[in-house]
């Protein structure tokens, strides 16, 4: 099992700037690829940024790319998202999820963790 809890939601302004934090606990944290996902009411979670085990891989979706980046310390356990030049269509709830490999599949992710909501107003 791995548990996963998320930190650095809040409320920002258009063209803000926050950095999501994800600690990972339980098994190995370097064995597993990592994913954020976010969820905006109503609709459907999408995948937002990967990073594979080693962090020598990332992919993004096509919204946030140039805005987001997604990094991880494998020594700390932690994934990070930073997120640049906030829209308010980045509203949502973001999760931090954890899988074998690099995928922007929720299906292929093995761990969740509860969420943590970013509200951007303009």
């Known amino acids: 099992q791995v548990q996963l809890v998320e930190s650095g939601g809040g409320l920002v302004q258009a063209g803000g700037s926050l950095r999501l934090s994800c600690a990972a606990s339980?098994?190995?944290?370097?064995?597993?690829?990592m994913g954020w996902f976010r969820q905006e009411p109503g609709k459907e979670r999408e995948f937002v940024a990967g990073?594979?085990?080693?962090?020598?891989?990332?992919n993004y979706t096509d919204s946030v790319k140039g805005r987001f980046t997604i990094s991880r310390h494998n020594a700390k356990s932690t994934v990070y998202l930073q997120m640049n030049s906030l829209k308010p269509e980045d509203t949502a709830v973001y999760y931090c999820?954890?899988?074998?490999?690099?995928?922007?599949?929720?299906?292929?992710?093995?761990?969740w963790g509860k969420g943590t909501l970013v509200t951007v107003s303009s």
């Open positions: 339980g098994r190995t944290f370097s064995r597993y690829a």
């Open positions: 999820a954890a899988g074998v490999g690099l995928t922007t599949s929720e299906s292929g992710m093995d761990y």
């Open positions: 990073i594979s085990w080693s962090g020598d891989f990332t």
